[in-house]
């Protein structure tokens, strides 16, 4: 593939990428938002972590897997609980990371 294509598709997914998150934030960097808006934006961070977490955790070959085999799910219910309690992000994480290798060392 020649080298100036290379580039310019680099360029352009580095615009494509760059340019909506600099766009809104510079537009609205001055101004302050209704505090609905504000409480409402404040889910868009779990809404999309939820929309690309839980296929991962429950589909398996397009299918539910509720298997004890699946040990993402069993793992991800008290590292739920663990996030919900202490909202520690790191804690959460160790603690599934932990619980999918005890699981896949001793079960899998």
Known sequence: MD??????????????TY???VV?????????LPE???RWLSFVPTAVLSAML?????????????SFENFFLWASIPAFLLAWRTKSFFGTVALGIGLV???????G
Not at 24 to 32: H, I, T, Y
């Open 54 to 66: 839980f296929p991962a955790l429950l589909l398996k070959d397009a299918t539910f897997d509720f």
């Open 3 to 16: 080298e100036k294509i290379v580039f310019l598709t680099i360029v352009g997914m580095t615009l494509v």
């Open 19 to 21: 340019v909506p998150r």
């Open 36 to 38: 609905p808006l504000v």
């Open 101 to 107: 290798a005890v699981g896949r060392y001793f079960f």
């Open 24 to 32: 809104p934030m510079l537009a609205l960097a001055s101004k302050n």
